[in-house]
C-alpha cells in the first residue's frame, strides 16, 4: 500500500460527460501529480500541484482541469469525454527527495 | 524536449534467466528512479538511485546509475512468474531555481513475460 488513495476504482460513463477523480495523497507529502495511462501506452504526465498551487503542466487538454485544496487531497475534473479519453488515470504523490509514490488509479471508460 | 530511451521494450524469457534493461538519455539526471507496474495497478518503486556510480541492490533487483549521469541500468537475477509486468525508469531534472519543481522525466516501459 502506497498511501496514496484514489476514488473511484473504475468509472463508466459516455460520452461528451463530465466526471470527477479524486485522489489523496500520502501523509506529510505536499505535491501531487496526475498521469493518464492509454493501452499499452507510458504515462502521460497531466499536471502537477504542490501545497495548493499549479506547479507544472505536462500534455492536459484544456477540457481537463485540476485543483489541490487545503488539506491536499487533489481532484481532476475531465470534461467533454471523448472515447478517446478511455485510460488509467493515476494519481501520485512525492516526498522531499521527489521519489513518487502511485495510487492504484482510476480506469475510465467512455462509451 | 528531454525523453529516456528505455530498452528493450518487451522481453519473454524463461524462468530462472537474468534479465538487464537501461535507460539511456541525452540528459544529465541528478536521480534515477525504476518501478514495476502490474496489470491494473499503480506503478511501485523499486530502486532509486542518486549518485553517479552508485550500484544498489533490493533483493534479486540491482540498478547502477550510470558514470555520465545520462544512464542508468536494471538487472534482475533468477526471475521467477511473480517478475512479469511493465519496468519504468525515470530521471529526476533538479533545477537550479529554488522550490519544488523538480521534473521527473519517463521512459515508455520494459514489459516483461516469464515462462514458467
Known amino acids: 500500500d502506497s498511501g496514496v488513495t484514489q476514488t473511484p476504482k473504475h468509472l463508466i460513463t459516455a460520452t461528451g460527460q463530465r466526471v470527477t477523480l479524486r485522489c489523496s495523497p500520502r501523509?506529510?507529502?505536499?505535491?501531487v501529480y496526475w498521469y493518464q495511462q492509454s493501452l499499452d501506452q507510458g504515462l502521460q504526465f497531466l499536471i502537477q500541484?504542490?501545497?495548493?498551487?499549479?506547479?507544472a503542466k505536462g500534455n492536459i487538454l484544456e477540457r481537463f482541469s485540476a485543483q489541490q485544496f487545503p488539506d491536499l487531497h487533489s481532484e481532476l475534473n475531465l470534461s467533454s469525454l471523448e472515447l478517446g479519453d478511455s485510460a488509467l488515470y493515476f494519481c501520485?504523490?512525492?516526498?522531499?527527495?521527489?521519489?513518487?509514490?502511485f495510487g492504484s488509479g482510476t480506469q475510465l471508460s467512455v462509451l | 524536449g528531454q525523453q529516456l530511451n528505455q530498452s528493450p521494450q518487451s522481453m519473454f524469457i524463461q524462468e530462472g534467466e537474468d534479465v538487464s534493461m537501461n535507460c539511456t538519455s541525452s540528459?544529465?539526471?541528478?536521480?534515477w528512479l525504476w518501478y514495476k507496474q502490474e496489470p491494473g495497478e499503480g506503478p511501485v518503486l523499486l530502486i532509486a538511485?542518486?549518485?553517479a556510480g552508485e550500484l544498489t541492490s533490493n533483493g534479486r533487483l540491482t540498478a547502477q546509475f550510470g558514470i555520465t549521469r545520462k544512464d542508468s541500468f536494471l538487472n534482475i537475477s533468477a526471475s521467477i512468474p511473480s517478475d512479469v509486468g511493465i519496468y519504468f525508469c525515470?530521471?529526476?531534472?533538479?533545477?537550479?531555481?529554488?522550490?519544488?519543481?523538480?521534473?521527473?522525466?519517463w521512459g515508455l516501459g520494459t514489459s516483461l513475460a516469464v515462462n514458467p
Open positions: 501520485a504523490s512525492s516526498d522531499v527527495g521527489g521519489k513518487l509514490f
Open positions: 525515470a530521471g529526476l531534472l533538479r533545477p537550479n531555481n529554488a522550490g519544488n519543481n523538480r521534473k521527473l522525466i
Open positions: 500541484y504542490y501545497n495548493g498551487e499549479e506547479r
Open positions: 540528459s544529465i539526471f541528478n536521480t
Open positions: 538511485l542518486y549518485k
Open positions: 501523509s506529510g507529502d505536499l505535491s
